[in-house]
């Protein structure tokens, strides 16, 4: 099997789906076109920024690439990356993702509630070079802080 380009991006292996085994082939990031609006509300998260048909963007910003150009929807994507930072993907934190020298809540463990959205993971990439995939838990504070940033 060869490589996919988004491995350049993440640097984890490629090879085929341990959900569906007979799916091997890459793909380009243009063609992820799969209905995100189901999976994010699984995972708490309402954001309005995501169109409901844009899981290569989705797919993206959890590599850590925001601004998305026509280079990165023309990169092919292999079976386990598409599972690993697609729809697939699941957060196994129960606390808030936010890196704690940043949050504005000081506490380790603090519960999260809600999911971050594309633009609280953009900011906090920016702010700590931490990359928080979208969708991970935050505490609600971190709405009002990212607000007062942006």
Same mark, same amino acid.
């Given at each position: /099997? ?14 085929? +789906?341990?959900? !569906?085994? !007979? ?23 309402? @954001? +309005? ?15 850590? =690439?925001?601004?998305? @150009?026509?280079? @990165?929807?023309? #990169? ?6 598409? @599972? ?17 020298n940043w949050a504005p809540h000081k506490? /380790? !463990? ?8 594309? *633009? *609280?993971?953009?900011? #906090? ?8 995939? =979208? ?5 609600? /504070? ?9």
């Amino acid at each position: /099997m060869t490589s996919c380009g988004f491995k350049s991006l993440v640097g984890s292996p490629c090879g085929s +789906s341990k959900y !569906q085994k !007979q799916a091997s082939e890459s793909i380009i990031l243009l063609k992820c076109a799969k209905d995100i609006k189901g999976h994010l509300k699984r995972l708490n998260t309402y @954001d +309005s920024s995501l169109k409901k048909e844009a899981t290569s963007t989705l797919i993206l910003a959890r590599a850590g =690439v925001f601004d998305v @150009d026509e280079s @990165d929807l023309h #990169l092919t994507i292999c079976p386990p990356h598409r @599972d690993e930072y697609g729809i697939r993907w699941l957060t196994s934190k129960k606390n808030c993702a936010c890196p704690t020298n940043w949050a504005p809540h000081k506490i /380790m !463990q603090r519960r999260g509630d809600r999911g971050i959205t594309l *633009q *609280q993971s953009r900011l #906090l990439y920016v702010y700590t070079s931490t990359v928080v995939p =979208v969708a991970s838990r935050k505490y609600n /504070m971190l709405t009002t802080h990212c607000r007062s940033l942006a």
